[in-house]
């Protein structure tokens, strides 16, 4: 489920996305701020939360689906292209980060957060800072 919708998409005054695609993009940008906030909002329902913490949760959301709009979203699902946040290899160790790591909990699920829609998100203490295990 998608924590926002074109209203609130457009009065954060993001990049234009057609009506037509607006649905995946919201619906992965939601995915990717549930990943990275440990699913809490989740659990809860977006409803428990203050207008505060609800309305950084939404602008999260439409940043994070401006950025896979503009990356676009193969890209930051596969880490390719602009989407990709880098690596490196040194003799026969390779270091893969960010959304490159196909078995990433959050490349599964949306790729991972953009720093703009991190940064929507860390007054609220909704960041999840734990361990994520694969299984």
């Given at each position: 489920?998608?924590?926002?919708?074109?209203?609130?998409?457009?009065?954060?005054?993001?990049?234009?996305?057609?009506?037509?695609?607006?649905?995946?993009?919201?619906?992965?940008?939601?995915?990717?701020?549930?990943?990275?906030?440990?699913?809490?909002?989740?659990?809860?329902?977006?409803?428990?939360?203050?207008?505060?913490?609800?309305?950084?949760?939404?602008?999260?959301?439409?940043?994070?689906?401006?950025?896979?709009?503009?990356?676009?979203?193969?890209?930051?699902?596969?880490?390719?292209?602009?989407?990709?946040?880098?690596g490196y290899v040194i003799g026969?160790?390779?270091?893969?980060?960010?959304?490159?790591?196909?078995?990433?909990?959050?490349?599964?699920?949306?790729?991972?957060?953009?720093?703009?829609?991190?940064?929507?998100?860390?007054?609220?203490?909704?960041?999840?800072?734990?361990?994520?295990?694969?299984?």
């Open positions: 489920m998608a924590y926002i919708d074109m209203n609130d998409y457009t009065a954060a005054h993001c990049e234009s996305i057609a009506a037509d695609d607006f649905d995946r993009y919201a619906e992965r940008a939601s995915e990717a701020v549930d990943a990275a906030t440990g699913w809490a909002i989740k659990q809860a329902g977006l409803d428990t939360f203050g207008a505060f913490d609800t309305a950084q949760i939404k602008l999260a959301c439409c940043l994070q689906a401006e950025y896979l709009y503009t990356v676009g979203i193969e890209n930051a699902l596969t880490g390719t292209g602009n989407g990709g946040t880098g026969q160790t390779q270091i893969i980060s960010g959304a490159q790591n196909a078995d990433s909990a959050m490349q599964r699920v949306g790729g991972a957060l953009c720093a703009a829609a991190r940064a929507a998100l860390f007054p609220t203490g909704l960041l999840y800072s734990g361990v994520v295990t694969l299984g």
